[in-house]
């Protein structure tokens, strides 16, 4: 155990110098910026919990207030009115809830189409393949409503390909598979700025995925978010709601009982945040809370 232990801080000396992204710069950067006015509330897939539905519901003024679901990430020939996620939020007490969906910019460039989002108070992305809100929705009049939600004092979320595209990094953006990390789509909608979101990333196994995205562009705050768990950001302050994890990788290392230095990959770092932990996205450092304290082990 020492030896191992006495081997993985020589290899933290010399692999800082080799790999540039773990310099302290990085994590010193005050560059992630989310929303300051509104809420983000980015969940990792396969979205379960009553929890994180009613924490949409009630950022975006409770239960009449108007929630646009957009499905378009997920492929389907068409929608109608009763997508699940819709559905869901109906279910759950939301009063008007309305599906908003084309493929095409043209139509997303339009007035008409545009209408909903006019007063809406929360939207929502669903899952499916980012690139294809990209290709839907980026540069039109849709895209800019979006953003007047946000502007509005209202709710972005998403999950899944919905939670990726509110990074300005579009992790996975591939029009070929959602393998490639880096790929023909890099661009999100960056509702969070300078930053990278994955999903799904516990149930497949995605722990090591993000640093293809940080190789690439060391400057990014990388945060994985599992299923059915969510970060809630409103200005820096970012907060974990859910079942079970978010992945930060910020160039850093904190661990809930205290300990630091038993890591084997130093280039590779990353840590583990649950429910109830909070995170200063500007400072990029956890919040040292009741929640976060060690269990005195
Ligand atoms: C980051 O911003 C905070 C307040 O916004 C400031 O106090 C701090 O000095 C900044 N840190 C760096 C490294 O710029
Ligand atoms: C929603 O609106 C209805 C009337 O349209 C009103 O009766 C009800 O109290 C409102 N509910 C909430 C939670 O504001
Ligand atoms: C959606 O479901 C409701 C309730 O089951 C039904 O009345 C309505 O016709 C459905 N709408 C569509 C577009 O399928
Ligand atoms: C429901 O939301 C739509 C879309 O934002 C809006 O146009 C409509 O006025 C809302 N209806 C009510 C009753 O608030």
């Known amino acids: ?148 939600v946000l502007g509005r004092g209202g709710v972005i979320s998403g999950s899944s390909a919905g939670a990726s595209i509110i990074g300005s990094f579009l992790a996975r953006g591939d029009t070929s598979g959602n393998d490639i990390l880096v790929g023909d789509h890099t661009v999100g909608f960056g509702y969070l700025k300078n930053a990278a979101i994955d999903q799904h990333v516990l149930v497949r196994n995605r722990h090591f995925d993000m640093f293809q995205i940080l190789e690439v562009q060391p400057e990014l705050l990388g945060i994985a978010i599992d299923e059915d768990t969510a970060v809630v950001v409103h200005g820096n302050d970012a907060e974990i709601v859910g079942s079970t994890y978010a992945l930060i990788y910020d160039g850093g290392f904190w661990s809930r009982d205290g300990s630091g230095g038993k890591y084997d990959l130093p280039e590779k770092k990353f840590y583990f945040l649950k429910a109830g932990d909070k995170y200063d996205l500007g400072a990029r450092k956890v919040v040292e809370t009741e929640a976060t304290g060690g269990d005195e082990l």
């Not at 310099?23 to 910026?33: E, L, Y």
């Not at 300051?36 to 003024?61: D, P, T």
């Open 1 to 148: 155990m020492r030896l191992t232990s006495l081997f993985s801080v020589a290899l933290a000396a010399t692999t800082a110098l080799a790999f540039p992204y773990t310099k302290s710069a990085t994590r010193d950067s005050n560059t992630t910026v989310g929303p300051e006015n509104g809420h983000l509330v980015i969940v990792g897939g396969n979205l379960k919990s009553e929890a994180i539905y009613q924490r949409i519901i009630s950022l975006a003024g409770g239960y009449n207030a108007s929630i646009v679901v957009v499905p378009t990430a997920g492929g389907e020939a068409s929608y109608d009115q009763n997508f699940s996620t819709a559905i869901t939020f109906r279910e759950l007490g939301a009063t008007n809830v309305t599906v908003l969906h084309t493929y095409d910019p043209a139509v997303a460039d339009t007035d008409d189409f545009v209408a909903p989002l006019k007063s809406a108070n929360a939207i929502f992305f669903g899952g499916g393949r980012q690139w294809r809100l990209v290709d839907a929705y980026a540069g039109t009049k849709t895209e800019t409503a979006f953003n007047e």
